[in-house]
């Protein structure tokens, strides 16, 4: 126990010290919002586009790439302009032109084209929620709590329990007391920040704390099953990381999986339910 502690700490140094960095970073992105946000959020999908490009593609990628950093790119301007819907529509219309592109140059063009369809949907639903009137803002964080939490619960108690494998065939590391770990750490996280967003008056005293558990719960779960499906994806093409310049963390993709597939989800159903408020029990200051 005390040897599996020690190798958890030492390995957690680094992980813990990035994430530091990367979280202070996010928070003032969320905070000053608007341009700056949308810059900040458009150029960490190119970096994940870039990733994703290079672990699909085979040596000749340049085509695919370089259509696929612009797709990106005018998605972004596109929301910037028209709002969500056309920039959607300008994702969707570059996705099939990269996918025609990677099918000459031999680049699996349904998986690098899927991808980059998931990124700009990501990016356009994180600026669309850090948009909403009074309680973006608040969003936002709790989402980044939530996932936070979850990624850093996840790989504390599976170092230190171990145990049962979760998924041993898409990803050998992850275990089930890391999967339970990584809830309930996302859980309490979610509520707790609910209750600091009240008190700094980021939000209304509104919030039914059980209606916000259990949403923190259910994103939690997805967190952890984006987190999962980019390790398959990882294992399909035979690569540990997506990449190799965030100490303790690999690439941008490997930051931001669980991030990609939350965030569309949510935003999905702060859409169906008519704001965030209504889906949330919660209101803005």
């Known amino acids: 126990m005390v040897a599996a502690i020690s190798q958890a700490s030492a390995s957690l140094g680094p992980r813990l010290l990035t994430a530091t960095l990367l979280a202070i970073c996010a928070v003032a992105a969320v905070y000053a919002g608007g341009t700056v946000f949308l810059a900040v959020v458009t150029a960490l999908t190119a970096i994940v586009t870039f990733e994703w490009?290079?672990?699909?593609?085979?040596?000749?990628?340049?085509?695919?790439?370089?259509?696929?950093?612009?797709?990106?790119?005018?998605?972004?301007?596109?929301?910037?302009?028209?709002?969500?819907?056309m920039a959607l529509a300008a994702g969707a219309g570059g996705a099939a032109v990269v996918g025609v592109v990677a099918i000459f140059e031999r680049n699996r063009p349904i998986w690098t084209a899927g991808g980059l369809f998931v990124f700009v949907l990501s990016m356009v639903s994180m600026n669309w929620l850090r948009a909403e009137e009074l309680t973006g803002l608040a969003t936002i964080y709790w989402l980044f709590a939530i996932v936070w939490?979850?990624?850093?619960?996840?790989?504390?108690?599976?170092?230190?329990?171990?145990?049962?494998?979760?998924?041993?065939?898409?990803?050998?590391?992850?275990?089930?007391?890391?999967?339970?770990?990584?809830?309930?750490?996302?859980?309490?996280?979610?509520?707790?920040?609910?209750i600091l967003l009240e008190s700094v008056e980021l939000l209304g005293n509104?919030?039914?704390?059980?209606?916000?558990?259990?949403?923190?719960a259910l994103l939690s779960v997805c967190s952890q099953a984006g987190d999962l499906a980019e390790s398959g994806v990882k294992r399909f093409f035979g690569v540990k990381d997506s990449g190799a310049w965030l100490p303790g963390h690999g690439g941008a993709l490997d930051r931001l999986d669980s991030l990609i597939l939350v965030m569309p989800i949510l935003a999905f159903a702060v859409l169906l339910a008519g704001g965030s408020a209504q889906l949330l029990t919660w209101s803005g200051n």
């Open 206 to 216: 509104a919030a039914e704390l059980p209606v916000i558990a259990a949403a923190s």
């Open 53 to 85: 490009v290079n672990m699909c593609g085979s040596r000749r990628i340049s085509g695919t790439l370089l259509l696929s950093i612009a797709t990106v790119a005018l998605s972004a301007a596109f929301y910037a302009l028209w709002g969500g819907e």
């Open 149 to 194: 939490a979850t990624d850093s619960g996840a790989y504390l108690f599976g170092r230190l329990i171990g145990g049962a494998k979760l998924a041993p065939r898409i990803s050998p590391a992850k275990t089930w007391a890391g999967a339970i770990g990584g809830l309930a750490t996302g859980t309490l996280m979610g509520v707790a920040l609910t």
